[in-house]
């Protein structure tokens, strides 16, 4: 799980990236899975290799590392990105890096409330959407509410649409990318 001190700078006081991570960390542990929490700099200088899959919350990230989780993707490794993830970079321009890994483009990207004290503000959110799958399948699939973060997916050629929004726009692609694949979904599943 990227631990992603970029975007923690740039909250303003609103915690929904790090709660994501958290409890990405907790449901990780729950179903067995000693997750690590990696920083950008770790990234960066390589320690990324030594992993499969990587966890990546928050809208800013430091252009660098964005550059090298496209190449560790392109190499083999698995992103599961949420909402507007690395879609800005450390100076809070527009950041383009990851859209091809992706297979998707962030459009419209939105803070809808802020979970705030887990407890308290939390517990009182109401999803402003929900997200279905796009399939029908013999597996049980499984809605997921959109907290805080929102957003559309402008979608690349070859990426494959797996969630909508109510009204029927991309908000879930799984991208192949070179030898790895890229999972994106406009939520904060964590949540």
């Known amino acids: 799980i990227l631990y992603n001190r970029t975007a923690y700078l740039w909250e303003k006081g609103h915690n929904a990236c790090e709660q994501n991570a958290s409890y990405t960390h907790w449901a990780l542990a729950h179903g067995g899975y000693d997750a690590d929490f990696l920083s950008e700099e770790d990234v960066e200088k390589g320690d990324l290799a030594h992993y499969r899959v990587l966890y990546l ?7 660098k590392t964005a550059q090298a989780i ?16 690395a879609s800005r970079d450390e100076f809070d321009r527009p950041l383009e890096v990851l859209e091809e890994v992706y297979g998707a483009k962030s459009q419209g990207f939105e803070v809808h409330g802020n979970p705030s004290r887990p407890m308290y503000e939390l517990r009182a ?43 029927g726009q991309p908000a879930g692609v799984v991208n192949p990318f070179g030898q790895g694949m890229a999972i994106r979904v406009a939520a904060l599943p964590g949540l």
């Open 125 to 167: 959110l109401k999803p402003f959407d929900t997200l279905i799958p796009t399939e029908q399948t013999d597996v049980p699939t499984v809605s997921l509410p959109q907290l805080c973060f929102g957003e559309r997916l402008e979608v690349r050629p070859g990426a494959n649409v797996i969630l909508k929004d109510r009204d």
């Open 70 to 85: 496209a190449a560790w993707v392109r190499q083999g490794g698995i992103l599961f990105a949420s909402a507007g993830a």
């Open 57 to 63: 919350d928050g809208p800013q990230i430091r252009r």
